[in-house]
């Protein structure tokens, strides 16, 4: 298992940006897909972006195309969402997680949630 921990969440105003990190401890992340997830008040966690281990096949939720940008540093062991263009709508806790595949759907995720990263975007 591969603690992971969220960082870079905030406030922001609509149209604005942040870009999360998702920092990884352990020998194994470079070989490991790894996404990002989702979950507003009162809502299902969702899937938000997943990014293959080699870095070269990203997916992402139609909600985000064009908007969100998922990348990672092997070397660094760390995943980041860089989020432009934000919406009230993407206010949520923002999760990482290690998947089994980076190919929607990811129906499960290799260990356990960490603790999130809140984004509050104000209209």
């Known amino acids: 298992q591969v603690p992971l921990v969220e960082s870079g969440g905030g406030l922001v105003q609509a149209g604005g940006s942040l870009r999360l990190s998702c920092a990884a401890s352990?020998?194994?992340?470079?070989?490991?897909?790894m996404a990002w997830f989702r979950q507003a008040p009162g809502k299902e966690r969702e899937f938000v972006a997943s990014?293959?281990?080699?870095?070269?096949?990203?997916y992402y939720t139609d909600s985000v195309k064009g908007r969100f940008t998922i990348s990672r540093d092997n070397a660094e062991k760390t995943v980041y969402l860089q989020m432009n263009s934000v919406k009230p709508d993407d206010t949520a806790v923002y999760y990482c997680?290690?998947?089994?595949?980076?190919?929607?759907?990811?129906?499960?995720?290799?260990?356990?949630w960490g603790q999130g990263t809140q984004v509050t975007v104000s209209p």
């Open positions: 990014i293959s281990w080699e870095g070269d096949r990203t």
């Open positions: 997680a290690v998947v089994f595949s980076a190919e929607p759907p990811i129906r499960a995720i290799r260990g356990t």
């Open positions: 352990g020998r194994t992340f470079s070989t490991d897909p």
